[in-house]
């Protein structure tokens, strides 16, 4: 028996990159993973076989986040896909891990990518959660995948860290409200992470780099942030909540 039997999960943008490790961390803890998508079913249908491989438990879904009606249909769509697989409704886990980038200095930043970043990062968990309320279980976890930089200074993306840090201020605020359900809710923040949104990795001098700000002189990985947030989604994490967990890998230290 895993840690998460008898679980529901659903990981926005489970997909790929973060979600993914995410996904498949928490199917080989007991959960049922709903794997969710918006543009790439090839690798959401990987993910979902990797779990299954593993023996473990899980479905893919799509919905577009960063549009009109985002939240409605991502729910319509997790319940259909729940009730298809004879599951009972609602989730004991929810999280919110789906993001973009916008790697520009504040004075490149068009008003078109300040609204499409805040779209996707803060306004579709903010429904997403919001409409999932009476969905959670209580004695549920909400995780919000943050990042180091509603810390840590980083002006060429700057709008990108401004949403993190709402993020940061829902993650708060929401734990005072739902602490009575015995829901906790927290935010993972991740420093540097080798994945598809990093493409600038590829190049070996940025590489050393970046893997120098953190204390242990390398890039995180996927895994590094997927064990966080096990630990986070589990019973040991019940006294934990409203807080923002540093996964940057010790980046800035001194
Ligand atoms: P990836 O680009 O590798 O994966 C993003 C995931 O989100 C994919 O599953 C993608 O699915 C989904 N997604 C993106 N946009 C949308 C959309 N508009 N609608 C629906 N789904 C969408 O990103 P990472 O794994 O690197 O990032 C995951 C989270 O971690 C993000 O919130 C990011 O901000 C945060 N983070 C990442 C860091 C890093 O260095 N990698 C550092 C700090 C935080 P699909 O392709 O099907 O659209």
């Known amino acids: 028996m895993g840690r998460l039997s008898e679980k529901t999960v659903l990981v926005t943008g489970g997909s790929r990159g973060i979600g993914k490790s995410i996904s498949l961390r928490l199917a080989r803890e007991g959960a049922l993973v ?4 918006g543009h790439d079913p090839v690798a959401a249908k990987e993910t979902v076989a990797e779990i299954e491989a593993a023996g473990g438990q899980a479905f893919a879904f799509r919905a577009e986040l960063g549009v009109p009606g985002d939240a409605a249909a991502l729910w319509a769509a997790f319940d259909t896909a729940l009730a298809a697989r004879g599951a009972g409704p609602g989730l004991d886990i929810l999280v919110n891990n789906a993001g973009i980038t916008l790697p520009k200095m504040i004075s490149d930043v068009t008003e078109e990518d300040y609204d499409r970043v805040f779209a996707v990062n803060v306004k579709a968990p903010f429904f997403v959660i919001q409409q999932g309320l009476e ?7 909400i995780i919000n995948i943050s990042s180091g930089v509603t810390r840590i200074a980083f002006p060429h993306i700057a709008a990108y860290a401004m949403t993190k840090g709402a ?7 929401l734990a005072h409200q739902l602490g009575p ?3 906790t809710v927290n935010a993972v923040a991740p420093g540097i992470v080798e994945t598809e949104i990093n493409p600038t990795l590829q190049d070996p001098q940025t590489r050393t780099r970046l893997a120098a700000l ?4 390398r890039i995180g990985q996927p ?3 997927a064990d966080i947030v096990a630990f986070v989604a589990s019973d040991d994490a019940r006294w ?15």
Do not use: K, M, P
């Open 34 to 37: 709903a794997v969710h998508y």
């Open 135 to 141: 969905r959670l279980r209580d004695g549920g976890r």
């Open 167 to 173: 993020l940061d201020t829902l993650t708060l605020t």
């Open 181 to 183: 359900r015995g829901i």
């Open 214 to 217: 953190s204390a242990f002189n």
């Open 223 to 225: 895994a590094d942030i």
């Open 240 to 254: 934990v909540t409203g807080q923002h967990l540093d996964a940057t890998g010790g980046s800035f230290l001194g």
